[in-house]
């Protein structure tokens, strides 16, 4: 018997909504901490993302959706599909993981506090899409002291700003702290 004479696999009808779990999930966890209200330090160093443990988590839901999705059905074809399509929906959820629930479980236990003096290069001001709001910014470069990985923009309060903008210091102290995840975390900027 050739293969498209055989009959089409029956599959449930939540089948396609169990497999869009992976993008799902963690849109639903974000809003979760969202109403719940965030209480940690989210402020990621940069260099110092949760690319790879967005990762794991995008695979770890991916794996869970294939098989609460294909639990019971024994057709090759379907299980290979459903595969297929939580990789692809689980890529979908990976910025969502990366940006939305992990740093904020990174920072819910923050350990190896530090202070590190970096170089003020810049301040910067940008728009929100679509908005009148500003995002402010600032360029530092850290030093020659094992902390040259930890340049780059960092993401600071509008009072912050306009406070370095008056005072216009060569140097500022940024304190640190590593996450639970394993994310710097900024905790402060003087």
């Excluded at 530090?114 to 600032?138: E, F, G, N």
């Excluded at 210091?169 to 394993?182: F, I, M, N, S, T």
Aim: glycine share 10%.
């Amino acid at each position: 018997m050739k293969q498209r004479d055989e009959p089409r696999p029956a599959v449930p009808g939540s089948f396609f909504a169990k497999l869009m779990l992976p993008f799902a999930v963690p849109i639903l966890a974000t809003l979760v901490l969202i109403l719940a209200g965030d209480r940690w330090p989210r402020a990621i160093a940069p260099g110092s993302g949760l690319k790879l443990a967005g990762l794991v988590a995008t695979g770890l839901t991916a794996y869970a959706a294939w098989r609460i999705a294909t639990g019971g059905l024994p057709d090759a074809r379907v299980r290979r599909f459903a595969a297929l399509l939580c990789c692809v929906t689980g890529l979908m959820g990976w910025p969502v993981w990366s940006t939305g629930p992990l740093p904020s479980i990174n920072g819910a236990v923050l350990t190896d506090h530090r202070t590190v003096v970096m170089s003020l290069d810049r301040l910067q001001v940008t728009h929100k899409s679509r908005s009148r709001d500003l995002y402010h910014w600032a360029w530092l470069s850290a030093g020659a002291d094992g902390t040259r990985h930890l340049s780059g923009r960092y993401f600071i309060s509008g009072q912050t700003h306009a406070r370095l903008s008056r005072e216009a210091p060569a140097r500022v102290e940024v304190k640190l702290a590593r996450g639970l995840l394993g994310g710097v975390v900024v905790t402060g900027l003087d």
